[in-house]
């Protein structure tokens, strides 16, 4: 039997397999998961409550991202799941012990108000499941300081402090919110921003999220070295359109916007971002330390 820390790749990948077919079914009782403890958008439930009672098997699960950490006994993914008959996108963080299951997080992103992209979310994402060579991988506490220079950079409005390639994408709920210029799947209101056309660094530069109080909550519970993909959970605050902050608040009320993002990173440098996200009250806590 495997312990903590020495359950490998695959079985951890076969743990969110796992989860996805029994949440589908409304089964928790086909994972070994007794005593788990579960969130859903930072709700402590019990396993078996929130998305567990309202999903359906048809559309069937699709798991489009999938990362483990055999280091840290932790694999996440992405995945489009049925409820009531409808997509919606879940992110989903597991902790294994042994072979069973012992933390389960998920964030469900229902809002379709929102950033939110079926199509965009579907496609094919090579890069990502891209194995590195042995030159091609950054050192894991090096990978495990990328979402604090990421985080940290929006925060100072410094592009600088982020390292990213000039063409690489950023995917949020499906949606591509960098390199866009024609500002495909960005609602209406939102499209003559002059942006989307773009990059990571530069969009940062401008000062555009000068709106976000603070990042907070951050944790980075799984690197995946083989695939030199880190996934991270944090919060971003929105104090709403306050005049104090300066700039224009692209939100008009105040909010908290959860969010689990990946970064795909080869040689030290992001070359792609995925974020699946949704926004909540104002101070709302994430349900983990």
């Known amino acids: 039997m495997a312990t903590a820390g ?46 567990w009672g309202t999903a ?3 559309p069937r699960p699709e798991r489009v ?9 932790q694999a996440a993914c992405f995945a489009l799941v049925a409820e009531a008959g409808e997509p919606v996108m879940l992110a989903l963080r597991l902790r294994v012990e ?30 990502f499941d891209q194995p590195l060579t042995e030159d091609q991988r950054t050192p894991r506490e090096v990978l495990e300081r ?13 592009g600088d ?11 949020e709920n499906g949606v591509q919110t ?15 921003r002059g942006t989307w056309h773009l990059g990571v660094a530069a969009q940062v530069d401008l000062g555009i999220f000068s709106d976000i109080e603070d990042a907070r909550d951050r944790r980075v519970p799984v690197i995946d070295e083989e695939l030199g993909v880190v996934f991270a959970w944090f919060v971003f605050d929105h104090a709403g ?3 104090s902050r300066g700039g224009e608040s692209r939100f008009r009320t105040p909010n908290a916007m959860m969010i689990a993002e990946v970064w795909k990173v080869i040689e030290g440098q992001i070359r792609q971002i995925e974020a699946v996200l949704g926004v909540f009250p104002y101070g709302m806590r994430p349900g983990w330390d």
Request: hydrophobic share 40%; charged share 25%.
């Open 65 to 73: 991202v999938g990362v483990a950490d055999p280091v840290t006994g």
């Open 56 to 58: 359906t098997l048809e």
């Open 241 to 243: 359109p306050l005049t």
């Open 98 to 127: 042994g072979d069973r299951i012992t933390e389960a997080e998920t964030l469900v992103a229902r809002d379709r108000a929102a950033i939110f992209s079926l199509d965009g979310f579907r496609r094919p994402r090579p890069l």
């Open 161 to 171: 402090l982020i390292p990213v390639a000039d063409d690489t994408i950023r995917m």
């Open 178 to 192: 960098v390199l866009n210029p024609d500002a495909v799947g960005i609602r209406e209101e939102a499209r003559d």
């Open 6 to 51: 020495t359950t490998t790749r695959q079985e951890l990948i076969g743990h969110l397999d796992a989860y996805l077919a029994a949440l589908a079914a409304n089964d928790p009782g086909a994972i070994n998961a007794e005593g788990a403890r579960f969130t859903e958008n930072g709700q402590l439930l019990g396993l078996g409550r929130g998305l």
């Open 146 to 158: 990328i979402p604090h220079l990421y985080l940290d950079g929006i925060l100072q409005a410094r």
